[in-house]
């Protein structure tokens, strides 16, 4: 069974740095052709995709946040991590971690999300 569970602290002062963590079990990040994703979801708005890290460690980003959006792995921990810098209020949002199955691309597993506010 996979699993994927997020962490990250909940709360951000505005310009620092946010970091979440995912730790993923029952599967492997090396495995072709998964995407591991991560997706929020701000208070009252719609799921936004941020970005992903493939099975190769190829990464892709929103256009938009990808000025301040960095995905990296650790394989050995079976781990992933979205750093987003000069946070925002507007940062605030449920975070979800996500797998993408690259030959249906479909979402199949998510984590169950966490909150973080960006607030002084």
């Known amino acids: 069974q996979v699993q994927l569970q997020e962490s990250a602290p909940g709360l951000v002062k505005p310009s620092e740095t946010l970091s979440l963590t995912c730790s993923v079990s029952?599967?492997?990040?090396?495995?072709?052709?998964?995407?591991w994703s991560w997706v929020r979801q701000p208070p009252g708005g719609g799921l936004e995709w941020m970005g992903a890290?493939?099975?190769?460690?190829?990464?892709y980003y929103r256009p938009a946040l990808n000025d301040r959006t960095s995905i990296f792995r650790d394989t050995s921990t079976q781990q992933f991590t979205l750093q987003l810098t000069s946070a925002t209020p507007e940062d605030t949002a449920v975070y979800y971690c996500?797998?993408?199955?690259?030959?249906?691309?479909?979402?199949?597993?998510w984590g169950q999300g966490t909150q973080v506010t960006v607030s002084s």
């Open positions: 029952g599967a492997s990040l090396t495995t072709k052709y998964y995407f």
């Open positions: 890290i493939d099975y190769s460690g190829s990464t």
């Open positions: 996500a797998r993408v199955d690259g030959s249906s691309w479909s979402f199949d597993y």
